[in-house]
């Protein structure tokens, strides 16, 4: 499964990542950070398809996004 990382600690609140994620996996948090900002969370993990359009819309450059490298075919065989 693909994860996206959001740091809760510079997020702004801006929305951009939770608009622009076309699976929909990102949501407004209803706590607020230390700034006082409704930060964005991966509220559906399982949606996530690690696209990184979130992390490209990030004017706080504030979400980081870990994909799972695909096996290549010999590997696969091979196991």
């Given at each position: 499964?693909?994860l996206c990382q959001i ?24 706590g607020r950070n230390a700034a006082g900002y409704h ?41």
């Amino acid at each position: 499964m693909d994860l996206c990382q959001i740091n809760e600690r510079i997020c702004k609140g801006c929305e951009l990542c939770v608009k622009f994620c076309p699976r929909e996996a990102l949501a407004m948090s209803e706590g607020r950070n230390a700034a006082g900002y409704h930060p964005a969370v991966l509220a559906h993990p399982e949606l996530c398809n690690g696209c990184a359009l979130c992390a490209e819309m990030c004017p706080e450059t504030g979400i980081t996004v870990y994909r799972r490298q695909k096996a290549r075919a010999s590997q696969a065989k091979a196991d």
